[in-house]
């Protein structure tokens, strides 16, 4: 390999060193504790069998879309689904992204100016602080779920003010006070914009359609790939916000669209979910029983994820592996994903898991 590329290979001992090299490996076998399927619907045999029905009525569903929305991929059930998202969660819009990496790089590169300013939580997901690369905008960070801190900043500010927060995160397992930031963005006249990735099926539609803040956030990011067990992601907003995506979002622009399978995906899921509200029920009723086993952990009494705090690699490693090999799978969270100190081993809860099962894993960490 050529001199100019040897710091590629430095950095990769380097992480081989730390213990933190990240390489792809099957999907371990065991209980599962670790996946973001929280209604277990990516394995529901029910739902299934009713896409099974639909790709048998209509197999084109399963062929690619050949194009960007704007050329050839734009269909009668993209645009179904869009109008079905919008009207359940009580939105003007919806736009639909393939992936929900995709639609955060669409929304936070193209609507903060060079005049502008993003303000994010620190703790809000890398593909924000990506997007923000992409922005003309500066960028500056509050201290998480910190209102006091969040609105410190802004009165320094002067223009427009973006304010970039996750309803569920997905680290730490904790809830933003949402209604409280919102309340903070309208009395300095900012721009919100939540991002509801990991509360989406957990908490009904999100918490902004449960709180009802449709009109005080400006943009709402809700993915598919979570509890809905699918993939995708849609971009909810005011038709004036839809209308200038499709125009200047480059990752929107020149991305080619997703088959029409994965929008169909995405309805029957929410159909489903909605003929099924004891899933969301039986998720509570085991989040409960594993708050009970007294671990601490820095989560919401009613997330789905609970994490455990191990600031040593070594020992956080080690834990991992003799909870895999007692046949429980979670998965162990290093730096830089979080900060050094407080490495963790994060542990997913779903209406699937049985209590003994998570009493049994509970038991293995006290050990």
């Given at each position: 390999m050529p001199d100019r590329f040897q710091h590629f290979q430095l950095a990769l001992e380097q992480r081989t060193e730390a213990?933190?090299?990240?390489?792809?490996?099957?999907?371990?076998?065991?209980?599962?504790?670790?996946?973001?399927?929280?209604?277990?619907?990516?394995?529901?045999?029910?739902?299934?069998?009713?896409?099974?029905?639909?790709?048998?009525?209509?197999?084109?569903?399963?062929?690619?879309?050949?194009?960007?929305?704007?050329?050839?991929g734009n269909s009668p059930e993209a645009e179904e689904t869009e109008e079905y998202i919008a009207t359940t969660h009580h939105y003007p819009s919806a736009l639909l992204f393939p992936s929900g990496y995709n639609a955060n790089l669409a929304l936070f590169s193209t609507l903060p100016t060079r005049h502008d300013t993003l303000i994010v939580?620190?703790?809000?997901?890398?593909?924000?602080?990506?997007?923000?690369?992409?922005?003309?905008?500066?960028?500056?960070?509050?201290r998480h779920n910190d209102v006091g801190n969040l609105e410190e900043i802004l009165k320094k500010q002067s223009g427009l003010c973006y304010i970039a927060i996750e309803s569920l995160y997905s680290m730490e397992g904790d809830l933003a006070p949402i209604k409280e930031i919102t309340a903070i963005a309208d009395r300095y006249?900012?721009?919100?914009?939540?991002?509801?990735?990991?509360?989406?099926?957990?908490?009904?539609?999100?918490?902004?359609?449960?709180?009802?803040?449709?009109?005080?956030?400006?943009?709402?990011?809700?993915?598919?790939?979570?509890?809905?067990?699918?993939?995708?992601?849609?971009?909810?907003?005011?038709?004036?916000?839809?209308?200038?995506?499709?125009?200047?979002?480059?990752?929107?622009?020149?991305?080619?669209?997703?088959?029409?399978?994965?929008?169909?995906?995405?309805?029957?899921?929410?159909?489903?979910?909605?003929?099924?509200?004891?899933?969301?029920?039986?998720?509570?009723?085991?989040?409960?029983?594993?708050?009970?086993?007294?671990?601490?952990?820095?989560?919401?009494?009613n997330s789905?994820?609970?994490?455990?705090?191990?600031?040593?690699?070594?020992?956080?490693?080690?834990?991992?592996?003799i909870l895999l090999e007692k046949g429980m799978a979670t998965y162990p969270i290093y730096s830089p994903t979080v900060k050094a100190g407080t490495e963790r081993l994060r542990i997913c809860l779903h209406s699937f898991n049985t209590e003994e099962e998570i009493v049994k894993l509970a038991e293995i960490l006290k050990q």
């Open positions: 213990g933190t090299l990240r390489t792809l490996k099957p999907r371990p076998t065991g209980i599962d504790f670790y996946s973001n399927d929280y209604l277990g619907l990516a394995r529901n045999e029910e739902l299934q069998n009713i896409l099974l029905k639909k790709v048998m009525k209509q197999p084109g569903l399963l062929s690619g879309s050949t194009g960007s929305r704007l050329i050839s939580d620190e703790q809000i997901h890398r593909s924000v602080h990506d997007a923000c690369r992409m922005s003309h905008a500066r960028k500056l960070k509050f006249g900012a721009a919100l914009i939540v991002d509801e990735a990991h509360a989406l099926g957990v908490f009904g539609h999100g918490l902004v359609t449960e709180y009802q803040l449709q009109h005080q956030v400006l943009a709402t990011v809700i993915t598919y790939g979570k509890a809905f067990g699918a993939h995708g992601a849609a971009i909810l907003s005011s038709e004036l916000i839809k209308k200038y995506l499709i125009n200047f979002a480059s990752p929107f622009i020149y991305t080619t669209s997703a088959q029409d399978m994965q929008w169909t995906v995405i309805k029957a899921s929410y159909d489903f979910i909605k003929n099924h509200p004891g899933l969301s029920v039986q998720l509570q009723e085991n989040i409960n029983v594993f708050r009970k086993q007294g671990l601490l952990s820095p989560s919401s009494e789905p994820i609970q994490p455990i705090v191990i600031p040593d690699n070594e020992r956080l490693r080690k834990t991992h592996q």
